[in-house]
């Protein structure tokens, strides 16, 4: 059974995507940035922009059944990466006891000059360890 989490965003009809999609017990959610109501939070600051999106994503997975700590792969692109122990210090206050693997990359761009980071997460609910 799927089930496609929106977050309302205009561009998710013009684009065809959805903020998360859930496929059984696994979710995957799209790239996020720090964008609240049109509005980007965290101008110029990596480590408030990741707070931002690590936000976005909980309630993501939370409207699709999982929490964060079902999550078992990010995947951050940051713009600068001489700038990674901000990211990595916000990735770490909410997965440092859940550490999923992880992924951070410095890209060229990302689609809004501002945005310093955006991160995709893939959970898994009720899986278990053997």
């Known amino acids: 059974m799927r089930k496609n989490i929106s977050s309302g965003s205009p561009w998710e009809e013009r ?4 903020r998360a999609v859930r496929l ?3 979710i995957e959610v ?3 940035v720090s964008n609240i109501d049109g509005k980007i939070v965290g101008i ?15 309630s993501a997975l939370e409207e699709a059944g999982a929490s964060m700590s ?5 995947r951050m692109y940051v713009r600068d990466i001489s700038q990674w ?3 990595g210090r916000a990735h770490g206050e909410v997965f ?7 992924t951070m990359v410095e890209v060229s761009r990302l689609i ?13 609910v009720a899986a278990s360890v053997e």
């Not at 480590?47 to 690590?54: F, H, M, P, S, V």
């Not at 079902?70 to 990010?74: C, G, I, K, N, S």
């Open 15 to 18: 684009v065809g995507y959805s």
């Open 24 to 26: 059984g017990n696994t």
């Open 30 to 32: 799209s790239g996020t």
């Open 44 to 58: 110029g600051d990596l480590y408030a922009q990741t707070r931002c999106i690590l936000g976005i994503l909980q």
């Open 70 to 74: 079902d999550v078992v792969r990010t």
């Open 85 to 87: 122990k901000e990211a």
């Open 96 to 102: 440092g006891d859940i550490q999923p693997a992880t």
């Open 112 to 124: 809004e000059e501002e945005f310093l980071i955006e991160i995709e997460a893939t959970a898994v």
